[in-house]
Nanobody, 120 residues
């Protein structure tokens, strides 16, 4: 059974940092690309960052939404089956629920989400 469990959200002041983590189980983690999405209040869910599997690119290439480039870093630990999102220089517009996502065997899988609030 595929499971994705996020952690690390919370309340942070503008300019601060948070590190989100997603623990994955139920599939061969290293073989699949992993993504972080977020959904702000009243807005659609959007892709924030992605990291490819090690088997498709050396070291796992990454991609980011323009709004987070230079501030967020996605990484994966294939030994621990985790994917992390380091978020620096946080802005109020980064507020939302952050979700871990994987697409495998023709299906989408989402975690339960972790809330991030950036406010003074």
């Amino acid at each position: 059974q595929v499971q994705l469990v996020e952690s690390g959200g919370g309340l942070v002041q503008p300019g601060g940092s948070l590190r989100l983590s997603c623990a994955a189980s139920g599939f061969t983690f290293s073989n699949y690309a992993m993504n972080w999405y977020r959904q702000a209040p009243g807005k659609e869910r959007e892709l924030v960052a992605g990291i490819r599997s090690a088997i498709r690119s050396v070291g796992g290439s990454t991609s980011y939404a323009d709004s987070v480039k230079g501030r967020f870093t996605i990484s994966r630990d294939n030994a621990e089956n985790t994917v992390a999102l380091q978020m620096n220089s946080l802005k109020p517009e980064d507020t939302g629920v952050y979700y871990c996502y994987v697409y495998l065997r023709g299906r989408e899988y989402w975690g339960q989400g972790t809330q991030v609030i950036v406010s003074s």
